[in-house]
């Protein structure tokens, strides 16, 4: 049984990270986050100490080793996006492997930086990174090795989850933060489809706002039109006339891959291969970082050349500008 750290319990994510602990049969000793809305605990560990101020947590897990002999083993960070850096250099120097949601740092050369830190501490950090553990995606790698070498393959990324107005005045809309539109929800599938369709030959971006963004990515095995958005507006009208508020599609030459299932389940297999020491390290999300870093940076073109159908709906205000 190995001992586990929180950090960011009252996080949108926290309870599968939770779950993940409970189901591999490992223990939850500490939690901390600065707001106290955590009663979860109470379904997965009721008898881990909580903190709500990040120095009582720290010397919390101090006096645990030194006191109580109990070493701490992995830090699950489920912080925001640009505290994620800190948290993984304490949960290294305490000793332990750090286990980080998406993304992993906002910045390519936050990486490097953190690579030292593995190297002088001698400990681990582990991205989480579900979709490569979706039996879906799985298959579709697969099915794309075994076919032909020399076959460049069209893809349509659409993914649009709605987001209320509180999304703007929450770290999540202040892209020093968050990394914009691109970083919160896009990372994951600017991995999947690096790890499946190769290495990055062609970014562009068409179009950049506060609740969208759409592009053009060329991979060696791909060549990708995507389309995000936080505003519900956009949703397709059969999806609003389901009452959904999320729609998610990938379409590979014409044809819809299925992965709308099993996505609870993604974060404990992540769990059981970082335990098993199979997870993936911090090179493996380097290519995902570089993509939303250039995606935050660069100048949007305007409709030209390859884009995403959505890309031609109409722009919508700020909801905070008058």
């Not at 691109?182 to 790890?195: E, Q, R």
């Not at 506060?210 to 791909?222: I, K, M, N, P």
């Not at 959904?244 to 992540?270: N, V």
Request: negative net charge; proline residues 3%; contains cysteine.
């Amino acid at each position: 049984m190995k001992n586990f750290a929180l950090i960011g319990a009252a996080g949108y994510i926290a309870p599968r990270h939770m779950k993940a602990i409970k189901e591999t049969n490992n223990n939850l000793i500490a939690a901390y986050d600065k707001f106290d809305s955590v009663g979860i605990i109470d379904s997965y560990f009721p008898n881990a100490d909580f903190f709500v101020e990040f120095e009582r947590f720290d010397r919390h897990i101090e006096k645990l080793k030194y006191e109580k002999d109990v070493q701490l083993d992995y830090v699950s960070i489920c912080t925001p996006n640009y505290l994620h850096d800190a948290h993984i250099r304490m949960a290294l120097r305490r000793g332990a492997d750090a286990i980080c949601e998406k993304p992993l740092v906002l910045n390519p050369w936050n990486i490097d930086a953190l690579g030292n830190i593995e190297k002088e501490t001698g400990q681990r950090i582990w991205n989480i990174l579900q979709l490569r553990v979706h039996p879906s995606i799985i298959a579709l790698k697969e099915k794309i090795a075994n076919g032909p070498k020399d076959k460049i393959y069209d893809v349509d990324l659409t993914y649009l989850t709605s987001r209320g107005n509180w999304y703007y005045t929450s770290w999540k809309g202040d892209i020093s933060k968050s990394g914009g539109i691109a970083t919160n929800i896009g990372v994951h599938f600017y991995d999947m489809l690096s790890w499946v369709f190769g290495n990055v030959k062609e970014n562009k971006v068409h179009v950049h706002t506060h609740d969208r963004a759409a592009g053009y990515l060329e991979f060696e095995r791909a060549r990708v039109r995507w389309f995000l958005s936080i505003n519900e507006d956009v949703l397709p009208d059969e999806i609003k006339a389901k009452g959904q508020r999320t729609y998610r599609s990938i379409t590979i030459e014409g044809e819809e891959l299925e992965f709308s299932g099993g996505f609870t389940d993604l974060h404990t297999t992540s769990y059981e291969e970082i335990i098993k020491g199979n997870g993936y390290g911090i090179e493996e999300c380097r290519q995902a970082i570089e993509i939303v870093h250039d995606i935050r940076h660069m100048e949007a073109s305007g409709l030209q050349g390859e884009y995403h159908p959505f890309a031609k709906k109409e722009l919508a205000k700020h909801p905070f500008t008058k």
